[in-house]
């Protein structure tokens, strides 16, 4: 069975310096190469990663990213960062998408909420070229508050594949405005560290997993765990992948690994490197 960290953020180097407006939340000295991470996934028997490069340490530079997905195409594959209100972006992600990413991260400038530029003009360009070159993209940030206006987005863009990362970190009520947009059904969740160690929460995401099916959630790592950016008492890799499990351990055999691989395969891999 594939199990596969649909988002990990890479860091070359401690000293990194993020795009504007995004401070680091990486502890002084911390890093994960591609090669310590490599080992890491050994480990905790995850055997794909999609590597998202980090806002906070390499802005919108996606070069390590790409470099370290391309050196090690069997197992990894990129999503880059893209200010979407920059001149050329269009093209920029295009240029990106050459060079091998599979998706992409929206941001507006250095706007650190996605309510701040879902709807300026100057991001349409960025969505219809998404359609275009066919890869999954999310708006960062998306959370409860942007949904109204990610949905706006999500309709007129119906050939356009999203990803909302962190479920939108909501409250844990039945009628999380997270739901309204289980009726697009280009719509993906990507479940973080957090959103799983949440307590309680077992109804939500059982209405989760109802409301979009297995086919549409997958789980992110976001590098939240032991040896990368979190603390020593924080889980490992491993854990992590055995709280996914623990969590959706309401699925059948086959909808659990949907969520805990299959999910993201067919984002980013069925056709591609990760084909076998």
Request: proline share 7%; aromatic share 8%.
């Amino acid at each position: 069975m594939s199990v596969v960290d649909g988002n990990v953020h890479l860091v070359a180097s401690a000293n990194g310096r993020g795009a504007a407006g995004w401070p680091t939340d990486w502890q002084a000295g911390a890093s994960l190469p591609v090669e310590v991470y490599l080992k890491e996934m050994d480990t905790a028997g995850v055997t794909h990663a999609v590597a998202v490069t980090p806002i906070r340490t390499d802005g919108f530079d996606n070069g390590y990213t790409a470099a370290a997905a391309a050196g090690h195409a069997d197992r990894l594959v990129a999503v880059g960062n893209l200010d979407v209100l920059a001149p050329g972006a269009p093209e920029a992600m295009t240029e990106w998408v050459g060079q091998g990413l599979r998706g992409m991260r929206f941001f507006g400038a250095d706007h650190t909420d996605a309510r701040a530029w879902l709807a300026d003009p100057r991001a349409a360009a960025a969505w219809r070229r998404a359609g275009e070159l066919g890869i999954p993209v999310s708006a960062q940030r998306t959370r409860m508050s942007t949904v109204p206006a990610l949905a706006a987005i999500v309709a007129r863009h119906p050939d356009v594949t999203v990803i909302v990362y962190s479920l939108g970190d909501p409250p844990y009520e039945p009628d999380a405005p997270l739901f309204a947009l289980a009726r697009f059904p280009q719509v993906h969740l990507c479940l973080s560290v957090g959103n799983l160690r949440r307590p309680g929460g077992d109804a939500f995401f059982e209405r989760v997993a109802e409301r979009f099916g297995p086919h549409r959630l997958l789980w992110g790592s976001y590098s939240q765990f032991r040896g990368a950016r979190a603390d020593a008492a924080d889980p490992t890799l491993a854990e992590v992948v055995a709280l996914v499990a623990r969590r959706f351990g309401f699925l059948t055999e086959g909808e659990r690994a949907r969520v805990l691989g299959g999910t993201a395969r067919a984002l980013y891999g069925e056709q591609g490197p990760w084909a076998n």
